[in-house]
C-alpha cells in the first residue's frame, strides 16, 4: 500500500486496534478517532499513537489536519455513525477511506492465512491456532478479535514466517475481503440479521466464503451440511479444495474422546485421520474449549506443527481476555466474565458453569447487545436465561442502532421463566451483585454481553474479593 500515514475511524475496536498496532509497529505514522476511552485506547496511546475523543473535540478536533490525502489511508468501521464530525469531514476531503476487512484483506493476501469463520467461537479457536503456531518451531503473525492472555495483545507478529492467523468476521460480509489459504468454520448459526434479512442470506455467504478458500476447510460436522448445500449457488469452488470435519465425541476426520473432568482439569484424546494424540490437557479447563481446539490442532498439523508442540501448546494456552475469564474463585463466591452474546453462546457459558460449580447458587447477568440481536433472538434469549438460578437484566447495549419501539430489556425480562429475575441500571450492578455475595449460600456469578459490560468487571472483582477477605 501506497501510504505513509494511517488514520482509523473507531480505533477502539478490538480489530481496528490490531491493525493500527502492526502499521505502527511497521513504522507508519498512526493516529485515531474514538468515541470514548477505554483500557485499550489508554494502551494504544501509551504506544505511542495519538487519539482524539468526543469530549475533546473543541480543543483538538483534527488531529488529521495536517496530513495530506495522497499520502493518508483512513481505515474505518460500520460501528461509526455516517454523520459522526471527523468521518463527514474525511469525505468531504475526498480522502481514501475503507473498511478495515479491506485493509485486512490486503495486509493478508501475500501469507498464507490461517482463518477462523463461523458465529461462535472464532475469538478463542484463532487464539489457540496462533498460540500453537506461535510457540512452535512453524511460527505466525496473527490478528485476533480477542487479547490473548499468553501475548497480552491482540497481535502477533513474526517476521520469520510466511504464516498469519486471522480472525474471520461475517459482520457486513467482511470476511469475503479475506484470501483465506486454509479456515476452520465453526458454525452457522444465523446472527446479524440487521445486515443479511434472513438465516438463508446469512448461510450463503459462508458458502461463498468458503468458495474462497485456497486449500484446505476444517468445519464443523454439524455445520457441513449447511455449507455445502449451498455451494453450487456461490462462486467456483475449486475440485483440489480439501474439507475436512471435526467433531467432539462423534466420529469426524478430527475429533476429541475419552474427556476428562477432574478437580478443575479437562485431558481428552485427539484423533486425525493419521494419528491418535492420548491425553492432551486444556490450559484453559472450560468445555466448549474441547471443540476449539479440535479445530485448531487439525489446522496447526495440517501446517507442521509437531505432536509434541501441539501437547505443549495446548497445556500453555492461557485464555483469552472476556472469554470465560475467572476472577474470583473462593469457597463462598465466584466470578467469571464472558463475551457470550447470542442465544447459543450463553448456553455454552451456563452449561460449563454449571459444570465447574454445581452445587452453587448460579447468577447470571447479560447486558443485551443490540435492539435488532433482542428482537430476533428474543425466544431464545429468554429460554437460555431462564436456565440459570437468578437473572439479572442490564439495558441494551445500542452500539451503532437506534433504539426500535417496543424492543427493550423489560420486553425480554418479561419473556424469562425463572422465578428470581429483576432488571437493574449499570450504576447499580457492582452494589447489586456485592450484596449477592454476601448471603450465606455459596454463589457464582456471571458477566455476560458484548457491549460496555466489561468497564465494570475490574470494580466487580475487587468488592466481590474484599468480601471474602473482610469475612
Same mark, same amino acid.
Given at each position: 500500500?501506497?501510504?505513509?500515514?494511517?488514520?482509523?475511524?473507531?480505533?477502539?475496536?478490538?480489530?481496528?486496534?490490531?491493525? #493500527?498496532?502492526?502499521?505502527?509497529?511497521?513504522?507508519?505514522?498512526?493516529?485515531?478517532?474514538?468515541?470514548?476511552?477505554?483500557?485499550?485506547?489508554?494502551?494504544?496511546?501509551?504506544?505511542?499513537?495519538?487519539?482524539?475523543?468526543?469530549?475533546?473535540?473543541?480543543? #483538538? *478536533?483534527?488531529?488529521?489536519?495536517?496530513?495530506?490525502?495522497?499520502?493518508?489511508?483512513?481505515?474505518?468501521?460500520?460501528?461509526?455513525?455516517?454523520?459522526?464530525?471527523?468521518?463527514?469531514?474525511?469525505?468531504?476531503?475526498?480522502?481514501?477511506?475503507?473498511?478495515?476487512?479491506?485493509?485486512?484483506?490486503?495486509?493478508?493476501?501475500?501469507?498464507?492465512?490461517?482463518?477462523?469463520?463461523?458465529?461462535?467461537?472464532?475469538?478463542?479457536?484463532?487464539?489457540?491456532?496462533?498460540?500453537?503456531?506461535?510457540?512452535?518451531?512453524?511460527?505466525?503473525?496473527?490478528?485476533?478479535?480477542?487479547?490473548?492472555?499468553?501475548?497480552?495483545?491482540?497481535?502477533?507478529?513474526?517476521?520469520?514466517?510466511?504464516?498469519?492467523?486471522?480472525?474471520?468476521?461475517?459482520?457486513?460480509?467482511?470476511?469475503?475481503?479475506?484470501?483465506?489459504?486454509?479456515?476452520?468454520?465453526?458454525?452457522?448459526?444465523?446472527?446479524?440479521?440487521?445486515?443479511?434479512?434472513?438465516?438463508?442470506?446469512?448461510?450463503?455467504?459462508?458458502?461463498?466464503?468458503?468458495?474462497?478458500?485456497?486449500?484446505?476447510?476444517?468445519?464443523?460436522?454439524?455445520?457441513?451440511?449447511?455449507?455445502?448445500?449451498?455451494?453450487?449457488?456461490?462462486?467456483?469452488?475449486?475440485?483440489?479444495?480439501?474439507?475436512?470435519?471435526?467433531?467432539?465425541?462423534?466420529?469426524?476426520?478430527?475429533?476429541?474422546?475419552?474427556?476428562?473432568?477432574?478437580?478443575?482439569?479437562?485431558?481428552?484424546?485427539?484423533?486425525?485421520?493419521?494419528?491418535?494424540?492420548?491425553?492432551?490437557?486444556?490450559?484453559?479447563?472450560?468445555?466448549?474449549?474441547?471443540?476449539?481446539?479440535?479445530?485448531?490442532?487439525?489446522? #496447526?498439523?495440517?501446517?507442521?506443527?509437531?505432536?509434541?508442540?501441539?501437547?505443549?501448546?495446548?497445556?500453555?494456552?492461557?485464555?483469552?481476555?472476556?472469554?470465560?475469564?475467572?476472577?474470583?474463585?473462593?469457597?463462598?463466591?465466584?466470578?467469571?466474565?464472558?463475551? #457470550?452474546?447470542?442465544?447459543?453462546?450463553?448456553?455454552?457459558?451456563?452449561?460449563?458453569?454449571?459444570?465447574?460449580?454445581?452445587?452453587?447458587?448460579?447468577?447470571?447477568?447479560?447486558?443485551?447487545?443490540?435492539?435488532?440481536?433482542?428482537?430476533?433472538?428474543?425466544?431464545?434469549?429468554?429460554?437460555?436465561?431462564?436456565?440459570?438460578?437468578?437473572?439479572?437484566?442490564?439495558?441494551?447495549? *445500542?452500539?451503532?442502532?437506534? *433504539?426500535?419501539?417496543?424492543?427493550?430489556?423489560?420486553?425480554?425480562?418479561?419473556?424469562?421463566?425463572?422465578?428470581?429475575?429483576?432488571?437493574?441500571?449499570?450504576?447499580?450492578?457492582?452494589?447489586?451483585?456485592?450484596?449477592?455475595?454476601?448471603?450465606?449460600?455459596?454463589?457464582?456469578?456471571?458477566?455476560?454481553?458484548?457491549?460496555?459490560?466489561?468497564?465494570?468487571?475490574?470494580?466487580?472483582?475487587?468488592?466481590?474479593?474484599?468480601?471474602?477477605?473482610?469475612?
Amino acid at each position: 500500500m501506497n501510504y505513509s500515514h494511517f488514520y482509523f475511524l473507531g480505533i477502539g475496536g478490538i480489530g481496528m486496534s490490531a491493525i #493500527a498496532r502492526y502499521f505502527h509497529h511497521n513504522g507508519y505514522e498512526v493516529r485515531g478517532y474514538d468515541r470514548t476511552p477505554s483500557p485499550l485506547t489508554r494502551e494504544l496511546e501509551n504506544e505511542g499513537i495519538d487519539i482524539v475523543y468526543d469530549e475533546t473535540m473543541q480543543t #483538538a *478536533p483534527w488531529n488529521i489536519n495536517d496530513w495530506t490525502k495522497a499520502d493518508t489511508l483512513v481505515v474505518r468501521t460500520p460501528a461509526v455513525p455516517h454523520e459522526q464530525e471527523i468521518y463527514t469531514f474525511l469525505r468531504e476531503q475526498q480522502f481514501t477511506i475503507l473498511k478495515r476487512a479491506e485493509v485486512l484483506g490486503l495486509i493478508t493476501q501475500h501469507n498464507k492465512a490461517l482463518c477462523v469463520a463461523g458465529t461462535h467461537g472464532k475469538t478463542t479457536t484463532s487464539t489457540i491456532l496462533a498460540h500453537l503456531m506461535k510457540q512452535s518451531h512453524v511460527g505466525t503473525n496473527a490478528f485476533l478479535g480477542g487479547v490473548s492472555n499468553n501475548y497480552h495483545s491482540n497481535l502477533l507478529i513474526d517476521t520469520n514466517s510466511d504464516y498469519v492467523v486471522v480472525e474471520a468476521d461475517e459482520y457486513d460480509r467482511s470476511f469475503h475481503h479475506l484470501t483465506p489459504f486454509m479456515s476452520v468454520i465453526t458454525s452457522v448459526d444465523p446472527d446479524h440479521l440487521d445486515i443479511y434479512g434472513t438465516a438463508e442470506a446469512y448461510r450463503e455467504s459462508f458458502a461463498h466464503y468458503a468458495s474462497l478458500v485456497q486449500n484446505t476447510i476444517v468445519i464443523k460436522k454439524s455445520a457441513f451440511a449447511e455449507v455445502e448445500s449451498r455451494k453450487s449457488a456461490c462462486a467456483k469452488v475449486e475440485s483440489r479444495k480439501q474439507i475436512y470435519t471435526y467433531a467432539v465425541n462423534e466420529v469426524a476426520d478430527f475429533y476429541a474422546d475419552n474427556i476428562c473432568v477432574n478437580e478443575g482439569t479437562i485431558t481428552f484424546d485427539f484423533h486425525s485421520p493419521t494419528t491418535t494424540i492420548a491425553h492432551l490437557q486444556l490450559g484453559v479447563p472450560v468445555w466448549v474449549n474441547i471443540e476449539n481446539s479440535v479445530a485448531a490442532i487439525a489446522i #496447526a498439523m495440517l501446517n507442521g506443527v509437531t505432536e509434541e508442540e501441539v501437547r505443549h501448546g495446548l497445556a500453555t494456552f492461557a485464555g483469552v481476555y472476556r472469554r470465560f475469564n475467572v476472577h474470583v474463585n473462593t469457597p463462598q463466591v465466584a466470578y467469571i466474565d464472558d463475551y #457470550a452474546h447470542h442465544p447459543t453462546e450463553l448456553e455454552a457459558s451456563i452449561r460449563s458453569i454449571r459444570q465447574l460449580f454445581p452445587q452453587r447458587h448460579i447468577v447470571g447477568v447479560f447486558q443485551p447487545h443490540l435492539y435488532t440481536r433482542t428482537r430476533d433472538f428474543a425466544d431464545g434469549f429468554a429460554a437460555v436465561l431462564s436456565q440459570l438460578d437468578e437473572v439479572i437484566l442490564l439495558p441494551i447495549y *445500542p452500539a451503532r442502532e437506534l *433504539p426500535i419501539p417496543g424492543v427493550t430489556s423489560d420486553m425480554l425480562l418479561d419473556k424469562i421463566t425463572c422465578p428470581r429475575k429483576r432488571l437493574v441500571q449499570k450504576n447499580e450492578l457492582v452494589e447489586t451483585l456485592q450484596s449477592l455475595s454476601q448471603q450465606s449460600s455459596p454463589v457464582a456469578i456471571i458477566t455476560l454481553g458484548a457491549g460496555d459490560i466489561d468497564r465494570l468487571v475490574p470494580e466487580i472483582a475487587l468488592r466481590l474479593q474484599a468480601n471474602e477477605t473482610n469475612s
